[in-house]
């Protein structure tokens, strides 16, 4: 995969990802979850993935205009308290996962994307509940220590698609360097 597909690809999973999460978010499954908190850990498997094959500098990248994107079509979809907590939050728990992964990248292969998960998922979590929900009468705490074990727990199942997806990335660019 080029630099240029995968970087459009990326950008267009993370706004996806951070779009669906800022509507889903909205609705309660009971008085400690929400369903945002089933699909926007998907988000650190995307900057984990574009690290791990094209480095941070395009995570980054990718955490950007994913960012620009997903706050640009929140404002539209999702109430503007929601929007800016997600963009607050996201922008943060990204540039976190992404400096925390390059940091560990050299390590087992699992221990990277797990650290780099859970130290982004608890400054999300904080951010995002204390911006987007403090306030507004609702069980806004429990939500957030519910929505958080919840990215926890789907941030470890992440690791199988990374591990996967990783061992192909790294199938096809040396299928490539094989061929004449």
Known sequence: MTQARGFLLAVAAMAIVVLASNILVQFAINDWLTWGAFTYPVAFLVSELVNRRF???????????GFAVAVAASLWLAPVRIAV?????????QLLDIGVFDRLRRGTWWRAPLVATVAAALLDSAVFWGIGFAG?????LTWALGDLAVKLAVGVCMLLPFRLLI??????RNDGALQP
Not at 55 to 65: N, S, T
Not at 85 to 93: E, K, L, P, V, Y
Not at 136 to 140: L, V
Not at 167 to 172: E, K, T, V, W
Request: proline letters at 6%; charged letters at 15%.
């Open 136 to 140: 507004t009468g609702g069980p806004w």
């Open 85 to 93: 907590a997600s963009g607050t939050a996201f922008i943060a728990s």
């Open 167 to 172: 061992a192909r990335s790294l199938a096809s």
């Open 55 to 65: 480095g941070p500098r395009l995570a980054r990248r990718v955490a950007w205009v």
